[in-house]
Every structure is written in structure tokens, then in C-alpha cells.
């Protein structure tokens, strides 16, 4: 099993750096929406280990996602010339400090984590929402990064390998960490958090390490977003952004990784294809007229999902043959 | 008296008008926990739909009574706004959280969350996203303060503050007749305290929730209306911020507890504006949800509430 998962990580590295390779030439429109389902995949994932698996509602994911995307910005900025002007030295660079926000983030997860000991359900869910804003708060005030004005200049090292590879890593990571017999624990603690405790479970262990192994992975996503957009705004981590990779795991079916993989492409192509379909001419006038109204209809579909298949799309299904 | 005094009595003042628009937000959203066990998201945007409700209609009633900005014009603004949220409020419930209520909070909350989408996008698609200019529906001036009164003639005291406090004074304590000396309200505090044995004993389940969210709802449509005659600018996702903050407020105070959530409010309002007033505005927010964390981690039935031991 684990021989097996490690071959299927290496080849989709290698598919990674081909496609890289090969789509160099696509346009920037697709570049750019490429590159955001690698981001998503990795954010709803992520996202997906602690609300799907671990059953811990978190409604802060962009506010982790902010604190790698600040952190490692600030690093590229300061040390990026560190090791000299050279491509290896400052894709080096930009590698460490993706790590390094990665960890900030896991740190902030940790801080997140020791209140969810105590909450449940809708009161965790507000904390963390609290939390997201604080750190939005901290960041508006913190004048080294920009305050309200945001903060650029970052170099773009970001590009397809290096976004799908940590989207590759990090499915890796959570389904291995789930599979194993260490991860039943998450589980244990979703399903019911006080028989667990009865079984001898470490509840608490499980909460956080959930929390900072998904903020981790947050971080690392909001480093990828900073060094390709090269501007990063506290506003765009707002409740907004958070909600939205909420739905992508609801959608998804909480605790299924493919299916969450799944929703998170849907939910990054269907904008811009309804983009898109309001500009086809042919088309009834109020067909286009919904599908300009995108954001409505995202709204409805989250509804309506709620009232007739509350478990998402996939959930419930397990695409692994071996039972965790 | 020196000048600290005047500045601090300035900002309880500006504090209170603000605390008093939390606290009737507040109040919906304890009221349906209090019943429901579950945080109604959408409940800030109702309050958005409050002031609207109110945009649209405002010119049409004072009309009806005499064309400017009048005292019984205002009240009948306030009064179809109150309707308007009430209904609104109840249709939601009947739509989307009734057909939920044997599924996990979870899903219920996650709906909610869908609806607030749903009227933040709906409402910048129907009313626009740009801000719209309230009408005057009762003409907002700072109050002459006698020169007798001596230093506390600086203080600045607007007639928007003096109704907003007035108002929501009032609607507090007809609350409290309705949920203590009617039988409706009765069966409200029934239903929160054993749902179960509360329909045993011939409560009638659907109408109660129905009565509370349309009694929310509308105290979060007055909300609405009062915020508009001070701050006239209103815009689809003004909801957004008030309404978590409003939550803050109901936790403040102990979610579930209709005094508290009063309280909470008023303590919301004060301490933003002291923020604002002494520390910078910019950190507003960030202040706000620390207290929340704060009180979530000393003291999570907040300062009224009861402690409730979770039952296996």
C-alpha cells in the first residue's frame, strides 16, 4: 500500500514537471485558471483533513492561507536575493519561503487548535472565523507588510510544476495520514467525539494535529497565490474567501478526497465558464442573464445541495479499496 | 470639568446608540439558538433587507403623512420594515431550515450560510451593489444642550441617538412582555428548555419557531431602520459586518439568554467605540473577535448564560 502511493506520487511529480513542460505555450487566460485549481486543490484538501475528516467545522482556512501568503512574501522580499541573482538560488529562496510560511500558518493552526478543545460545532466555527479576522485585523495594522494597502513586488516563481506538485503532495500527505492506523484516530474523533475519548483516543492530539497540518498546507497554498499574482491584499483572505473553500469541501462530500478534488476543479472552472456562456449570443436572453448572476446561483446550488444531498456529492463513497 | 471627562461621556454615548443597534440584531440571533441549538447566518442580512424595505417604502409613507421628514412617518417605516423582516424571516425558516430540522446542525448551519450568500448576491443584484442614499425620515440634528448644564454643553447628542436608544428601549421591554406574559411566549421558553416535552405537552412546535423568527427578524428589521436614520448610507452587504458582530454580542452575553444578548450588545457597542476612540479604528475588528475568543475560552456560556454539560 505504501510502496504503491509513494509511485503514484513520483509519477504525478514527473506528470507535473511534463505538463509544465508541454503547456508552456497555453495561453494566459487557461495559465491562470490552471494555476487557480492547483491552489483550490490544495486549500480545499487541506481544508477537508480538519472539517471532512477530523469533523472540526473551520470557517478560518483563508486566514492561514493569509498568514503563508504574508509570511513567505515578506521573506521573498527580504532574503530573496540571499544566495545571488540566479535562477537556482532564488527558486531556492522561493522554495524555503514557502516552507517557512507553510510552518507560520501550522504555528497559527496550533494557536487555533488549543481553543477547539474546548468548543464544538458552531462555536468552533465562529472562532476560527474570529481568528481569520483577527489576523486580517493584523495584518491591516502591521506597516512591514503593506497594512491597507497590500503588499507587491513579489517575483512570479510560481508556475504550474510548482503549484501542481504541492497539490500532489498534499493529497499524498492526507490520504496516507488518514489511512494509516494513526489516522483512524481523526475519524474516531469526527464520528463520536466521546466514545473515542472512552477508546482511549488522544481527542486532543488528533484536533490539533489537524488543525496544523491543514494550516500548513493553507500556508503553503497562500505562498503559491502571493509569488503568482505578486500582490496580496488582506481583504482577499476575508469570511469571503474562507466560505468559498467551505462549499468546495461540502460540495466535494466532507471526508472524500477525490470528491473534494473533484469540486475544488468544478468550482474554479464554473465561474468562468458562466463567464463565458453570458457572452454566447444564441443563447436566451435570461440564460444569461442567470449565468451572469453567477454568484446567486452558487448561493442557490449550496441550498438546494443542503436540502437534498447534504453529504456532498461523493461523500460517503470511498474510492479506496482497503477500508481505513 | 476637563476635557478626558467630556471625551470618554462622547464616546459611551456614540458607543450606546451603536451597542443598542447590536443588541436588537442580537437578540435574533439568541432567540433562535435559544430554540433551535443553531447559529442563523443570515439573520445580518435580514437586517440589510430592513433598511431596504425601508428605502423603498419610506417615500411613499411620508407621503402619507405630509410629505417631510415627520414623527408618525418615521414610526410607520419602522413598522413595515418590522413586517416586511418578519415575513421575510419566517419564509426562510418555513423554506429552508424546517425541512432540516431531524439533520445535524451542521447541515442546517451550512444552509444558513447558503441563504446569507443568497441575499447578499440576490440583494446587489436587485437593489445594485453601489451605496444608496437613505431618505430622511426624521430630520437627524445634534440636540441644543443648555449653556446651564456647563462642560457637558461640548458633548454632542444627536436626535438619531436619542431615538435609537428610545426605540430600542422600547421594543426590549415589549419583548419581554411578549416572551414573559403570553402564552406564545410562553411555549417559546418551553421549547427551549425541552423541546421534546414541550410538544408533549401540546406546544405547537411549528408555529412557536415560526413566531420566533419572525419576532427576530423583525427586531433585526427595526435594527435596520434605526441604523439608517444615523449612518443614511445602505448597501447589500452592510448585514455582513453587523451581523457577525451582533453574534459576538449574543455569545458576549450568553447565547440562548435574552437579557444577555441585550447586554452583550450595549458592551459591543462601548467597546468598539472606546476602540475607535483610543486606540485606532483599524484595529476594530480585530479587537471585537478577540474579546469573542476571549469569553469562548474563559467562559463559554458568556456572562449570563448557564453552563449546559453536553449528555452522552
Known amino acids: ?324 | 470639568m476637563s476635557d478626558q471627562i467630556i471625551e470618554f461621556l462622547q464616546q459611551l454615548i456614540n458607543g450606546l446608540s451603536q451597542g443598542a443597534i447590536y443588541a436588537l440584531i442580537a437578540l435574533g440571533y439568541t432567540m433562535v439558538f435559544g430554540i433551535l441549538r443553531f447559529i442563523n447566518f443570515a439573520h445580518g442580512d435580514v437586517y440589510m433587507l430592513g433598511a431596504f424595505a425601508g428605502f423603498y417604502t419610506a417615500p411613499r409613507l411620508l407621503q402619507l403623512f405630509g410629505g417631510g421628514p415627520s414623527f408618525p412617518g418615521a414610526t410607520a417605516v419602522l413598522l413595515v420594515a418590522m413586517l416586511a423582516c418578519a415575513t421575510i424571516g419566517i419564509i426562510i425558516e418555513r423554506l429552508c431550515y424546517r425541512p432540516l430540522r431531524d439533520q445535524p446542525r451542521l447541515t442546517v448551519l451550512i444552509t444558513a450560510i447558503g441563504v446569507s450568500l443568497f441575499l447578499e448576491n440576490g440583494g446587489q443584484y436587485v437593489f445594485g451593489a453601489d451605496p444608496k442614499s437613505f431618505p430622511e425620515i426624521i430630520t437627524d440634528r445634534a440636540l441644543e444642550i443648555p449653556e446651564s448644564w456647563g462642560a457637558l454643553s461640548a458633548l454632542t447628542i444627536t436626535v438619531g441617538q436619542v431615538i435609537v436608544v428610545g426605540v430600542t428601549l422600547f421594543l426590549l421591554f415589549a419583548l419581554r412582555t411578549v416572551v414573559l406574559h403570553t402564552r406564545l411566549g410562553m411555549a417559546m421558553r418551553a421549547l427551549s428548555f425541552n423541546p421534546l416535552a414541550a410538544s408533549l405537552m401540546g406546544v405547537n412546535t411549528n408555529i412557536v419557531i415560526s413566531f420566533t423568527f419572525g419576532l427576530g427578524s423583525a427586531l433585526a428589521g427595526a435594527a435596520g431602520i434605526l441604523t439608517s436614520i444615523q449612518q443614511p448610507s445602505i448597501e447589500p452587504l452592510m448585514g455582513v459586518n453587523a451581523g457577525l458582530k451582533a453574534f459576538v454580542a449574543a455569545v458576549l452575553g450568553g447565547i440562548g439568554n435574552i437579557p444577555g444578548a441585550a447586554l452583550g450588545g450595549l458592551l459591543i457597542g462601548l467597546l468598539e467605540a472606546f476602540v475607535v476612540g483610543y486606540v485606532s479604528p483599524t484595529y476594530r475588528d480585530a479587537i471585537v473577535f478577540g474579546v469573542l475568543i476571549l469569553i469562548l475560552l474563559v467562559k463559554p456560556s458568556g456572562l449570563l448564560g448557564k453552563t449546559e454539560r453536553e449528555k452522552v
Open chain 1, 1 to 324: 500500500m505504501l510502496e504503491r502511493t509513494k509511485i503514484l506520487l513520483l509519477a504525478s511529480l514527473l506528470l507535473c514537471g511534463l505538463a509544465s513542460w508541454g503547456l508552456g505555450g497555453i495561453s494566459p487566460y487557461y495559465y491562470d485558471i490552471l494555476i487557480g485549481i492547483g491552489i483550490n486543490i490544495i486549500l480545499a484538501v487541506s481544508l477537508n483533513l480538519v472539517n471532512g475528516y477530523t469533523g472540526q467545522f473551520s470557517l478560518g482556512h483563508a486566514g492561514f492561507m493569509a498568514v503563508g501568503a504574508y509570511a513567505s512574501s515578506w521573506l521573498t522580499l527580504t532574503f530573496g536575493y540571499i544566495l545571488g541573482t540566479h535562477a537556482t538560488g532564488t527558486t531556492f529562496m522561493y522554495v524555503a519561503a514557502l516552507l517557512a510560511g507553510g510552518i507560520g500558518a501550522a504555528v497559527a493552526g496550533l494557536a487555533v487548535g488549543i481553543p477547539s478543545l474546548r468548543l464544538r460545532g458552531d462555536y468552533l466555527a465562529i472562532v476560527t472565523l474570529g481568528f481569520n479576522e483577527i489576523i486580517k485585523g493584523i495584518i491591516q495594522n502591521a506597516e512591514p507588510l503593506g497594512a491597507q494597502r497590500g503588499l507587491g513586488g513579489m517575483v512570479q516563481h510560481t508556475n504550474l510544476f510548482w503549484t501542481f506538485a504541492f497539490a500532489a503532495i498534499t493529497i499524498y500527505v492526507v490520504l496516507n495520514l488518514v489511512h494509516s492506523t494513526y489516522g483512524s484516530g481523526f475519524l474516531a474523533v469526527r464520528d463520536d467525539e466521546i466514545a473515542a475519548e472512552a477508546m482511549g483516543i488522544n481527542t486532543t492530539k488528533y484536533k490539533v494535529l489537524a488543525f496544523t497540518i491543514g494550516a500548513f498546507f493553507a500556508g503553503v497554498a497562500g505562498g503559491l497565490y502571493a509569488h503568482y499574482k505578486q500582490f496580496v491584499h488582506p481583504e482577499g483572505f476575508n469570511f469571503l474567501r474562507s466560505v468559498d473553500i467551505v462549499v468546495m469541501v461540502i460540495l466535494g462530500g466532507m471526508g472524500s478526497t477525490f470528491g473534494v478534488v473533484f469540486a475544488a476543479i468544478l468550482l474554479t472552472i464554473l465561474p468562468e465558464w458562466l463567464r463565458a456562456v453570458s457572452d454566447y449570443p444564441w443563447l436566451p436572453e435570461w440564460l444569461r442573464e442567470i449565468a451572469e448572476n453567477r454568484m446567486i446561483l452558487y448561493s442557490l446550488l449550496l441550498i438546494i445541495l443542503m436540502l437534498t444531498r447534504p453529504q456532498g456529492l461523493f461523500g460517503g463513497i470511498s474510492f479506496s479499496k482497503k477500508r481505513a
